[in-house]
Structures are given as structure tokens and as C-alpha cells.
């Protein structure tokens, strides 16, 4: 009895472990290619995963995460697509009538997207329903936008500015002289900025302080931003490549991805959910626990 109880305990485990590790993906990096009308998947260490995952695009100009989907903007279309992380498409035109759109991020289930003509951030669900067309209006020439807690960042001719998710401004100029900044990105209490005229990626506090507005040199058209972890990777547009730096601005390597065409925005898939790391934990904790048993009682596995 005390066999069967131990094979079933060990059975039990190892379906929980291995059904828990299918429906995590691995963290991968999708980038635009306006060239080509492609977003291309490729590992974080540069490895290429399908370089052309989603094809059939629109000008594309933004794209953000949430769960396993990827949410695409179409600015000659005026458009924003969902598509899985998987490449399967969910709904090319989730969102239409946009107004040349130039910027995404989401937050939680609502989706913030940048109308680069109109000067303005229209608020959306994850499904695509409207909830503000005009959340935020008065900006100047926006092109990206970040979010972190429950502020929005958004650089324009003026600067960058913040606001909150619910409209209010907070300050016009959080960073002034910010012009030809094409992505921003955001970790811990940091704001990073990659500086398309002067090839360079500046960092900043949550707070507008400097702290080094060179932190990363010698790029070569900076267009794209992404963070995971301690690593940051910068699109190059102007020589179609990835690169890989800390968020210290060490390099390690300058062109961990190339052969891109015109190259744009770039995004990372989401951490796994906390829930399903507690229970891939409780499946090895209740493995080990059976193992023990097992030794303690000497029976055989035969």
C-alpha cells in the first residue's frame, strides 16, 4: 500500500509540474521590422525564433504585451491588431478609426494608444472597447509612451511629460529638451530614453532628476526600448540591429540581433504569473515529500 501511495504521490506531482510548465512561454523579443511589414521573434540571447511570426502588417509602429497577447499598431492602417504570442491572430483589427497611431502600452486591462495627428491618448480595453477617445489631448508631435504604477509618460516636443492614468496632468515638462526621443522605458525608479538624434540612451529618476543623459553612446538610431531584469535591449534602425546592455549601460553585446529590416518598436513577453511560479513550486515541494517517504520507508519504485 505504502508503494502504490508513493508511485500515486509522485505521478501526482510530476502532472502538475509538467502541465504548469506547457502554458508557461519563454520570455522572447518581438520586434517590428517596417521594412518588411514582419514582427520577429527571437530569444534573449539573440537566438532566432520565427523571423517572421506575424506577417501581412501595416506600416507597424507600436506594440505592447499582456498575457499572451501581442497588441499591434497599424499606422497607415489606423489600426491595432491582437495577435497571440504564438503568431496566431486573434483580431487584425481590434481597434480601428485611429488618427496615425505612434505609441501603445498597456496597463492591467486597459490598452493606452498615442494618435501621433491629433496630438492625443485614447483609453481602450484589452477587447478593444472604447473608453476615452480624448484621455489625454494637447500634446505635440507624441511618439511612445511608458506607464509605471499609475503614471503615464509620454515624450513630446516639449519634453516629457506625465500624467495619470486617468487623464490628469501631472507635470508638462517632467524632462525638458527631450526632442527625437523615440522610446521610453521604465525600471524600478528609473526612466530610461532612447535618444534618436544623438544616439545615445539617457537615464532619469521617476522624480525628473538626471542621471546620466549618456549613460549608452555610439548607437546608430535608436528607436526601440525594452527592459527585463538588469538587461536592456536598443533597436538600431539605422544598421537593422538588437543590442544588449545593462541597465548600468554596460554593454554585452552591441549587436546580439541582426540582419533586420528597418527595424522599430520592440517589446518583451510577460513574466509568468506569480500564481503559477507558487505552484510549480508546491509541485516539486510535494516530489520531494514523496521521495522522502519513499526513503524512510524503503519501498521500491518496481
Known sequence: MKTTKNIYQIALALALTCSLATTLKAQNLYVENNGNNTIGEYGLNGSTVNPSLITGLNDPEGITTSGNDLFVENRNGNTIGEYTTS????????ISGLNYPWGI?????DLFVLNYNSGSIAEYTTSGTLVNGS?????????????SGNDLFVPNANGISEYTTSGTLVKASFIPNMNYTYAIAIS???LFTANYAANTIGEYTLSGATVNASLITGLDDPYGLAIYGNDMYVVNSGNGTIGE????GGTVNASLVSG???????????VPEPSAVVLTALGAGVLSLCLWRRKMSGASLA
Not at 503568431?87 to 481590434?94: E, F, H, I, K, Y
Not at 484621455?135 to 505635440?140: A, E, K, P, R, V
Open 245 to 248: 546592455y545593462t541597465t548600468s
Open 188 to 190: 524600478g525608479g528609473d
Open 87 to 94: 503568431g496566431g491572430t486573434v483580431n487584425s483589427s481590434l
Open 135 to 147: 484621455l489625454i489631448s494637447g500634446l505635440y508631435a507624441p511618439v511612445c509612451l511608458a506607464i
Open 105 to 109: 502600452a498597456s496597463s492591467g486591462n
Open 260 to 270: 533586420l529590416d528597418n527595424p522599430s518598436v520592440i517589446a518583451v513577453s510577460p
